[in-house]
């Protein structure tokens, strides 16, 4: 069992006492092993009293792996392709299109470039909903990758501008998605998990959501969704099924502690109490929401309603980038404008991508914070930078959200494992996946006949 002991950093553990100490920390195999205090009589027990690799975080912050809990790894070829600023135009005239003409080695391009830019900016868990066709290769690509994923098929069996080759019958759609459970479910050493992925109420008919719920009561298994995106979309909900989406997922048993709906921009009061009672999890995507005009979610009302609230950035195609300190920057700024007498703290907006994240998705026993037992999910965060300086340790939440970036990550360890360091991917080869990308996005632009 290999040991690596990270030393001299200032640990944010983002555990439930608040811990910021200047100290070390000590991974075995893919578990934290000791923090702080508890190092020395860890490490007397190793072989030859000392850990196989040591990593100097003087000048560095280290944190939990940042939790990524909304996300399109298909729609990575996608950016600068979809500049529409309306949700449903932006799904109908690009999106669905784009989707549709993916093959599986376009798909493994998409997947492996999102890829690199996540982990290089620090992220070591992502939430995935694929599109309808070729999830298995997502699969095969987070393992191949080191990552830890929840991740599943978007399913969709109607809808208004959808192309035929996205539409599946419910039952051989629920059926593939049950597939991709058996294969991947607690693959790769446990750091994969399979969700449902229903895209949202206008592509997905009654029964489908019917065998949807069954599915995820019977096997345990997450719900991933989007729910009152936009205006627009709003309107298109109301109109389908007489209802909003919140009260149609909670008429037909759909909310539970297992379901995750991505954007709530436009959930009202009641609607938050529904989802609380459920105990069913929201995920804020601020990027998103501004790019396409959508508006502004309330998330400190989501947090007074004491739900669990991830943060994510949905795909590169609403973007344009899958940076998470990106995010929290956005997330902190809008919730000030919004409730600047009752605004997130920086300590709760970097929770959205740790510890808050995590348990988002299910995974707060597994992930989401610097304590012995853990996942060693963890990432070393440079603070010597000018843009950090001169007072980074005065207040290290504030400076992570709103002064850190993505290039300020120096290592992404998952599982143990290290991922990237120092500029360089250990799994992927970052200049290929750029290149792939770049020959697979022209052939898929031709494809889908649209222009790039």
């Known amino acids: 069992m290999s040991s690596t002991l990270i030393h001299s950093g200032t640990l944010v553990c983002m555990d439930a006492a608040g811990t910021v100490a200047r100290g070390d920390l000590l991974v075995r195999g893919d578990a934290i092993a000791a923090i702080s205090a508890a190092v020395p009589d860890a490490i007397a ?18 944190l939990p792996g940042l939790v990524h809990g909304h996300l399109h790894l298909c729609q990575t070829l996608f950016r600068g392709l979809a500049e529409q600023a309306d949700l449903l135009g932006w799904l109908r005239e690009r999106i669905w299109p784009l989707e549709a003409a993916h093959t599986e080695a376009s798909i493994a391009a998409s997947a492996r470039l999102g890829l690199a830019e996540l982990i290089a900016g620090g992220v070591t868990c992502v939430n995935d909903m694929g599109t309808v066709r070729h999830t298995d290769v997502i699969g095969e690509t987070l393992a191949e990758s080191g990552i830890r994923a929840l991740f599943g098929k978007a399913l969709m069996d109607r809808g208004d501008g959808v192309p035929q080759g996205l539409i599946e019958r419910p039952r051989d759609a629920l059926e593939d998605a049950l597939a991709l459970a058996k294969r991947f479910g607690g693959s790769a050493g446990g750091r994969l998990r399979v969700s449902l992925a229903p895209r949202f109420i206008l592509s997905c008919s009654e029964a489908l959501w019917k065998e949807v719920r069954d599915a995820s009561l019977e096997r345990d298994l997450v719900i991933h969704t989007h729910l009152s995106e936009s205006p627009t979309e709003g309107r298109e909900v109301e109109a389908a099924v007489r209802s909003s989406a919140a009260r149609f997922f909670e008429a037909r048993e ?11 921009v436009w959930l009202e009061d009641d609607e938050l109490a529904l989802l609380r009672r459920a105990d069913a999890a929201l995920v804020h995507c601020p990027g998103s929401n501004l790019k396409l005009g ?37 997330a902190a700024g809008v919730s000030r404008a919004l409730d600047h007498d009752a605004a997130l703290s920086a300590r709760e907006v970097l929770a959205l991508a740790t510890c808050g994240g995590a348990a ?23 603070a010597s930078a000018p843009h950090h300086a001169p007072n980074a340790a005065a207040d290290p939440y504030a400076t992570v959200v709103h002064a850190a970036r993505a290039s300020d990550v120096l290592l992404t360890m998952a599982a143990g494992h290290v991922l990237y360091r120092d500029g360089a991917w250990t799994t992927l080869d970052g200049a290929r996946a750029i290149a792939d990308a770049r020959a697979e996005a022209l052939g898929l632009v031709r494809r889908a006949a649209v222009a790039g």
Not at 300 to 316: E, M, T
Request: hydrophobic share 40%.
């Open 360 to 382: 988002a998705l299910g995974l707060g026993a597994v992930t989401g914070s610097l304590e012995a037992g853990k996942q060693a999910d963890l990432i070393v965060l440079d």
């Open 254 to 264: 759909v909310l539970s502690t297992r379901f995750v709906g991505a954007h709530g």
């Open 45 to 62: 027990t190793l072989p030859d009293r000392r850990a196989d690799e040591s990593i100097d975080a003087s000048g560095c912050f280290v």
């Open 294 to 330: 959508s508006g502004f979610a309330r998330v400190s009302a989501w947090r007074r309603s004491g739900l669990r609230i991830g943060l994510g950035s949905d795909g590169a195609a609403c973007n344009n980038r899958l940076d998470t300190f990106h995010e929290m920057s956005l």
